[in-house]
């Protein structure tokens, strides 16, 4: 029995308790963790194979669809979907917590005409950051639009959330019926998922004349596979033969691929000795891994040499003189895989050419080896993700997923991303939100973005104080205009690096470094403002005696200033009663004249300086510097 980690349980536990019923550790492996995610689906349920999908949960927006004609879809998880309309954003995505490892991902698509426009739409598909499918006008077929298609691919998970995640092209709306992963051994597939490989399915089918598998048929594959026939792709359908056995097949079901025992139990082979071929449709620019899948269940053959083919991939002979039962035997699993690389044509061809006998095949498995895309930088992910929930990010803008990645799609409104020094992660340079209408505060994980040169929140409604730290690093630009910001400036502001600096326009208070000021005295760019409780430097007013050299909280202010008028009153209540004694000793006390008069003489006025520049005042406008002479002395 496999054992349960804690992480595991825990996620099992959050889900109970939720009412979301999964299960974990399918029979015959130790690594499974599934979750089925019904999209679009409002209650829980279990299928006629005992497979336990859930309500549509993990989405980060869109909407639920129920398809017009329920009755021609065989399954419950068909019948509905989540559709991302543009409005919510371009980029669209389910994050599911799962336990890191390798997953076998499966989705469902189909469009069925549900909105009354007669147009499928146009999206791309990634996982992890890369795109793994593109659905347009050539994946849309008659009968994928009609009753849908499925698609699945391997990938590693490496930071405990599963991001599949949906990309609008033009103004289309993406849409997805169902999402199931299913945790597989690391070490599948001759552990080709550890390079920074996903491997996409390009066509799995069984030898026999129909479908099976996880969700399609009582013939299940413990991995999740679904096995297509292989009607769909043979040449040689006219003397086809297929050979079927109860009889049990040695090495099936065993790690690391757990390759189902019902797909030896049938094999497609010919009437006569003949060259049996399929067509595989590709995509020429990536490379393939070929997985042949044998099992000698003739009776017929009892000895070596009376079966044997050679395979030819593109017209290569890549495996020669193939002899299932001279590897073998009888009744025994038999796997070759082969890598095809540097193709041309849209389809591949595979054939079996016989030496002796007609050729026998159990199944075949075509992936592209697709290239893990680069990833943004976690640290800057993790930055991100929490100053999305601190400033109350709007759905329009589209920040799920990854920051970054893909890069041959924009990144997150306002974000711009460059590749750091090893080329091997994408960092983020330049975060620009000015005027989206924000209304949240500055989370201190701001200060996480090590990489970030210039950063404006300018014209929002962003509240709070500036977290301390903010301005170390590389950063070159702060813009915090025209907020509700309040509280103190932190020392990091000050920072050497920095040249432009700007926060006017808020609620701050306290005294202003001597540091700070200086960005604008040695040729940088400084305006503080329009901010009433800013002091301490030239044309801001002097801070007194106690709040000089101080930085204390505004609470803390706040607590001495009742402190020091509670001095007052105990001293006015002392004078009253010393007065009252003396009065009961006939004594007069009065001010002098000079004193009770009107003070005229010692009220006065400061007028702050707050200096308005003609002109566009924009930080980002050089000719600023010119005109001052490359030393601007305002705050």
């Given at each position: ?19 979301f019923?999964?299960y ?16 679009g ?100 077929t ?7 298609a ?35 051994d690391?070490?599948?597939?001759n ?19 129909s ?31 297929v ?17 189902p ?142 920051p ?30 000015s ?15 090590k ?52 926060l006017?326009?808020?609620r ?18 400084v ?23 101080s ?42 004249h ?34 001052l ?7």
């Open positions: 029995m496999a054992v349960m980690c804690f992480w595991q349980l825990a996620y099992v536990l959050t889900l109970a308790m939720a009412g019923p999964c974990l550790a399918a029979e015959g492996t130790p690594y499974n963790f599934t979750i089925r995610i019904d999209c689906g409002s209650s829980n349920f279990t299928n006629e194979f005992n497979q336990t999908w859930i309500a549509d949960q993990f989405y980060t927006g869109g909407i639920k669809v129920q398809l017009p004609d329920q009755q021609k879809f065989k399954f419950s998880q068909e019948k509905t979907l989540r559709s991302f309309p543009i409005t919510g954003g371009k980029k669209n995505c389910y994050e599911v917590g799962v336990p890191n490892g390798v997953y076998y991902v499966r989705m469902f698509f189909v469009y069925d005409n549900y909105d009354n426009e007669t147009h499928a739409p146009s999206f791309d598909v990634s996982i992890e950051g890369t795109v793994v499918f593109s659905w347009g006008s050539e994946a849309w008659e009968d994928n639009i009609k009753f849908g499925y698609s699945d691919v391997f990938t590693p998970i490496e930071d405990s959330v599963a991001t599949i995640c949906f990309y609008s092209i033009g103004t289309d709306s993406p849409l997805v019926g169902a999402l199931e992963l299913v945790q597989v690391p070490n599948c597939y552990k080709v998922l550890h390079e920074n490989i996903l491997l996409v399915n390009y066509g799995r089918f069984t030898g026999g004349s479908s099976f598998g996880a969700g399609m048929s009582k013939e299940t594959d413990i991995t999740g596979r679904a096995w297509d026939t292989d009607l769909d792709f043979t040449q040689s359908a006219a003397n086809r033969v050979l079927t056995t109860d009889q049990g097949i040695k090495n099936a079901n065993r790690a690391p691929n757990y390759f025992m019902y797909l030896y139990q049938r094999a497609h082979t010919l009437s006569y000795e003949d060259t049996l071929e399929f067509l595989l449709p590709i995509d020429p620019k990536l490379d393939y891994m070929l997985w042949f899948h044998f099992a000698e269940i003739d009776p017929k053959i009892s000895a070596s040499r009376q079966r044997v083919f050679d395979i030819v991939v593109s017209g290569k002979i890549v495996f020669h003189n193939v002899d299932i039962y001279k590897e073998v035997g009888n009744y025994a699993v038999y796997d070759l895989q082969f890598t095809a690389r540097n193709l041309t044509n849209a389809t591949l061809s595979v054939k079996l050419v016989p030496h002796t006998g007609a050729p026998l095949i159990s199944g075949l498995e075509n992936y592209a080896l697709l290239p893990k895309e680069v990833p943004t930088d976690p640290i800057d992910v993790k930055a991100m993700r929490a100053i999305k929930r601190s400033l109350l990010i709007p759905e329009r803008m589209g920040w799920n997923g990854d970054c990645a893909p890069q041959n799609w924009d990144a997150w409104e306002g974000v711009t991303c460059n590749h750091g020094e090893s080329k091997e992660i994408l960092i983020l340079t330049h975060l620009v939100l005027n989206q209408g924000l209304q949240g505060s500055i989370d201190s994980e701001i200060t996480g973005l990489h970030l040169l210039s950063l404006n929140l300018s014209n929002n409604l962003i509240k709070g104080g500036i977290p301390e730290g903010l301005g170390k690093g590389l950063l070159r630009v702060v813009d915090l205009s025209f907020n509700q910001l309040s509280g103190p400036i932190p020392r990091s502001l000050s920072s050497s690096n920095l040249r432009t600096v700007l006017n326009g808020n701050l208070s306290g005294e202003v470094s001597e540091a700070l000021y200086s960005i604008g005295v040695t040729g940088g760019y305006n503080l403002s329009d901010n009433d409780a800013l002091c301490g430097v030239p044309s801001l007013p002097a801070c007194s005696l106690l709040w000089e050299g930085h204390m909280s505004i609470g803390s202010k706040v607590a001495i200033a009742f402190g020091v008028i509670a001095g007052v009153a105990l001293t006015l209540v002392a004078a009253y009663i010393i007065i009252k004694r003396k009065n009961s000793e006939d004594y007069k006390f009065g001010l002098p000079k004193l009770a008069s009107s003070g005229r003489g010692t009220r006065y006025n400061r007028q702050k300086s707050r200096p308005k520049y003609e002109g566009d005042s924009s930080p980002y406008v050089r000719n600023i510097f010119n005109r002479g490359g030393r601007d002395h305002s705050i």
